[in-house]
């Protein structure tokens, strides 16, 4: 039986295998894998890309004090994306489930409609989850646009579960039970972050500051997206460190959100704000791509 | 000669829903004559014809030329300019014409042209780019297409996929490159896992499922039949012990989320067995029926544990979160809209329980339950207010106050549950219609027919007192009326022109108008009834063109003749049924009784007499009958023979 660690390791050797480069986990807080540059903005643009990486994803509203067996405040996501995607792109993720030792003809596998949309994004894309045995394992989106760009190709994004993959190969009903690594089981990895981190995120966190946090960040996203236009080294211009403080708005507003401070008539006007500052600087990296930057 | 055709779009997983209307636009498709006949899978949209031509013929053209007095040089430009040698006019009248040669082409080639096209038109909900920016666009990506006419390919290309004569099985049980003919795809398909035709799938479903005491579902089959290629159902099994949760929950979370049948147990409960669609053929270790136990048994806990932490705050103390839960951006909150749905409660004459109820039913909306399950909003209130000791009529108005959820849905079963389900849509639909949401063709974003159409379902079943122009104005009351009309027509099976004719004469409450269409349609058959009507008209256009408006003081003895005093005694008659009774029935069935007098009268009498007085005495007898005669329908909206429909 593979721990946790196993199957991530054969997912990463297969889509290594296929071309992706190995990415580590993005090193902000963000709510998705999708949410990470190498998803984000690397979808942008007319150039071919390949990148899988488990992303730590946060989701303050989600935590169960380590009560639920299956909700998280932080579930870890295998996140691939294959720009463009190619034509066999579903037969090679069905191959990936044979890779982590799901015999498909013993199992059933449907593709249900889900399409997926992130208003604070400005992103849409056309997919289905994947449901084996009646367990959702994975978000299968073809993306469409990114930023309120239309994109150039289309990126295939594979969001695999992996708590849930994981319990469902170990055959244990609670996610907390499964083992991590030979001997060590993932109650003992991230439990007390679980219980401490929804103390925080319901209880603890203060609001006020909260706020000037996300004003800070705000502000200083929105300086960083200004200067753009009259810089002269274009590939010079650092567009990544304005994404990064986007980032650091939509986990305040997560945060914020989790501790009920976030009104009817509040939460529309902040979407924007996160989605206008999300869409600048998208605009701005496509353009810096095709001014021929380094990346 | 005629051949076999056999178009299949091979695609990824179609969304179930759109698949029969993408059939019904592919059944027609031109295919020179022939009738297309159409199946579907959630992989691959199908298109079969016998009788296809395998050439059209030759036909001839005739083009028209120059008139005759242009002279020579103006013809021979025209039979150059066609390719024609100017001997080949003829002439026709004062013109030139030229009769060309058109040759019949293969099917083969007109279909390679057509059918691409035929095929990127089809509409759908939603559609994706899958290769680059303006690239075409489908439902999901299409991967391999299969176009014969005969034995031979039907050339074309989608995409960079090129047609062929290749198939593809099903994901796990078929082969992945099938070589296929016009007469064995159906066949080949089979043997790789695939049952082609809809209604063999729906039938296996029904009878499997069935066979393992399923309740059926006729939606939820629909959807199973066009998410799988190979259905098999499968029984599983749960811990009796959640059986305690509400069978709703159950039900919901079995039916809703997972997509499986609920089992009826003894006596009117659930049984702790569940029934699975697999899209594949088996389950021999048992493997599938155990993943699927495994993910109920979570969803189970997730529910038991929603409901305990829930009843941690009761709904009565949740009224001042619904500041949080937005009812429409520029409608602001719920907390808003609750408190305008119990004042239109208690002007509405809503009794302690209704208001109260009013008060509660939206605190589903920040429980825990409805944010996970959120078809069971209104029903989890209920359910709530029950554990929690609300008294009956108000949890169950809090049950049901969403009802009736469509056409064939019961209204609330209660007098306060109707109250409440009528000031919460109308509601609804005052405040959108006040700041401009009124839907438009299609676009219906906020389901405000479906609420209108609540509405007047509740007004008429449950028999209620409120006249709709007390309840609604303006463009509200239009769209109200159109709902009524369509209630009345579609729902209730009254003709269109009985439900012009009881509108016609007044709109007071729905009840009275459905108890004046239902004596109306009883009457209508009878003989005389028809013929009145008839008369009726004629009766109104004689008082618009002699522009009477009444007056004039009448009595039996003041007419002339009898056909007269017949009419007026037919006429007092009626007025003392509909005095004395005041049934429809009763005062329709005397109405339409008095049409001998009527035709009697016309035979013999002359209205627009020379005499003035006589004339105004016979105008005032036609003047009573009309207004008399209205009070349940205008009869002149009534369709007789002798109309042609406008």
């Known amino acids: 039986m593979d721990t946790f660690q196993d199957t991530v390791f054969k997912l990463k050797r297969y889509w290594a295998d296929r071309g992706a480069i190995i990415q580590e986990p993005y090193d902000v807080e963000v709510g998705a894998g999708t949410m990470c540059p190498e998803t984000f903005l690397r979808v942008l643009g007319p150039k071919p890309y390949r990148v899988a990486y488990v992303q730590p994803s946060r989701r303050p509203a989600d935590g169960r004090y380590g009560e639920n067996p299956n909700r998280l405040y932080k579930h870890q996501q295998l996140q691939v994306i294959l720009k463009p995607s190619p034509n066999d792109v579903l037969d090679q993720y069905l191959g990936s489930l044979k890779a982590i030792g799901i015999d498909l003809s013993k199992h059933d596998i449907k593709f249900e409609e889900d399409n997926w949309e992130a208003p604070t994004l400005g992103a849409w894309g056309i997919g289905w989850q994947v449901m084996l045995d009646g367990l959702e394992i994975t978000q299968f989106t073809y993306f469409q646009q990114c930023g309120g760009i239309d994109l150039d190709l289309v990126p295939a994004e594979i969001t695999y579960g992996l708590e849930r993959i994981s319990a469902f190969l170990q055959g244990v009903d609670s996610v907390y039970d499964m083992e991590w690594a030979p001997g060590v089981r993932y109650s003992e990895v991230r439990l007390a972050d679980e219980l401490q981190f929804s103390v925080y995120n319901f209880e603890a966190a203060n609001v006020d500051r909260l706020w000037r946090l996300l004003s800070e960040h705000e502000a200083e996203c929105k300086e960083l997206l200004t200067g753009y236009d009259k810089y002269p080294d274009k590939h010079r211009y650092p567009v990544l460190a304005a994404y990064e403080q986007v980032l650091k708005c939509s986990h305040l507003f997560n945060l914020l959100d989790a501790r009920g401070a976030i009104s009817v008539t509040e939460r529309v006007g902040i979407i924007k704000r996160v989605r206008d500052l999300a869409v600048g600087t998208a605009k701005i990296w496509a353009a810096q791509q095709s001014e021929g930057a380094l990346a | ?646």
């Open chain 2, 1 to 646: 000669m005629s051949l076999d055709f056999l178009l299949e779009i091979g695609t990824e997983e179609i969304p179930h829903w759109m698949i029969p209307g993408a059939l019904a636009q592919l059944a027609k498709v031109d295919l020179l004559g022939a009738s297309p006949t159409v199946d579907a899978t959630p992989r691959r949209l199908v298109v079969r014809a016998e009788g296809v031509p395998e050439r059209t013929p030759d036909s001839e053209q005739i083009v028209k030329g120059p008139p005759i007095s242009a002279g020579d040089k103006a013809a021979e430009g025209f039979a150059r300019k066609q390719g024609a040698d100017a001997s080949a006019l003829r002439k026709a009248g004062n013109y030139y014409e030229l009769v060309k040669k058109v040759s019949g082409r293969d099917g083969r080639d007109i279909l390679a042209e057509s059918l691409p096209a035929a095929i990127v038109a089809i509409q759908w909900p939603k559609t994706m780019h899958w290769t680059e920016r303006g690239g075409p666009r489908f439902i999901r990506p299409i991967r391999w297409l299969v176009a014969l006419l005969g034995d031979q390919v039907i050339p074309f290309e989608i995409a960079g996929v090129k047609s062929g004569n290749v198939t593809r099985g099903h994901r796990q049980l078929g082969a992945s490159t099938i070589p296929v003919t016009t007469g064995n795809y159906e066949s080949e398909l089979r043997r790789n896992g695939v049952i082609l035709a809809a209604h063999e799938r729906r039938h296996k479903i029904e009878k499997e499922a069935a066979a393992l005491g399923a309740k059926l579902d006729g939606d939820l089959v629909e959807t199973l039949t066009y998410i799988t290629e190979f259905p098999t159902a499968i029984k599983g099994d749960f811990d009796p012990t959640y059986l305690e949760l509400p069978a709703e929950v159950l039900t919901t979370v079995m039916r809703h989320h997972q997509k499986y049948f609920s089992v009826e147990g003894m006596p009117d409960g659930l049984a702790p067995n569940f029934v699975a669609v697999m899209n594949t053929s088996g389950d021999p270790e048992g493997l599938v029926k155990h993943g699927n136990e495994r993910v109920l048994k979570a969803r189970f806990n997730d529910a038991r544990f929603f409901w305990n932490v829930d009843q941690q705050k009761k709904l009565a103390n949740r009224v001042g979160d619904l500041t949080h839960v937005t009812f429409q951006a520029k409608l602001g909150s719920y907390k808003e809209k609750t408190e305008r749905v119990v004042a239109l409660v208690e002007e509405l004459g809503g009794n302690g329980h209704a208001q109260r109820a009013a008060l509660l039913c939206k605190c589903d909306l920040t429980t825990e339950m409805v944010k996970e399950f959120t078809d069971l909003q209104g029903v989890v209130g209920g359910l709530y207010a029950h554990a929690q000791g609300e008294p009956e009529p108000v949890w169950r108005a809090i049950y049901e106050h969403y009802q009736p959820l469509s056409m064939e849905d019961s209204i609330p079963s209660t007098p306060e549950g109707q109250i409440v389900a009528l000031a919460d849509k109308l509601d609804t639909l005052r405040s959108c219609f006040s700041v401009g949401m009124i839907p438009s063709g299609s676009k219906d974003p906020f389901a405000l027919r479906r609420a209108a159409q609540g509405v007047v379902k509740i007004l008429v079943e449950a028999k209620l007192d409120y006249q709709l122009d007390q309840l609604v104005q303006g463009d509200l009351r239009e769209f109200m009326m159109d709902r009524v009309k369509y209630y009345f027509r579609e729902v209730r099976g009254f003709k269109y022109d009985e439900v012009n004719a009881v509108l016609a004469s007044g709109c007071w409450t729905l009840a009275d108008v459905e108890a004046r269409l239902t004596a109306l349609a009883e009457v209508r058959p009878t003989e005389n009834f028809e013929p009145l009507a008839a008369s009726f008209k004629r009766i109104r256009n004689i008082l618009r063109q002699s522009g009477y408006t009444g007056g004039e003081r009448v009595l039996e003895a003041d007419f002339e003749q009898e056909a007269e005093r017949e009419l007026y005694r037919e006429l007092e008659r009626v007025v003392k049924v509909a005095t004395d009774s005041g049934e429809y029935r009763a005062i329709l069935t005397a109405t339409a009784s008095t049409r001998p007098s009527v035709d009697r009268f016309f035979d013999k009498v002359m209205v627009m007499d020379e005499d003035l007085i006589v004339r105004a005495r016979r105008l005032e007898l036609l003047y009573r009958i009309n207004m008399h005669f209205s009070t349940i329908a205008d009869f002149s909206e009534i369709v007789t023979s002798g109309d042609t429909k406008s």
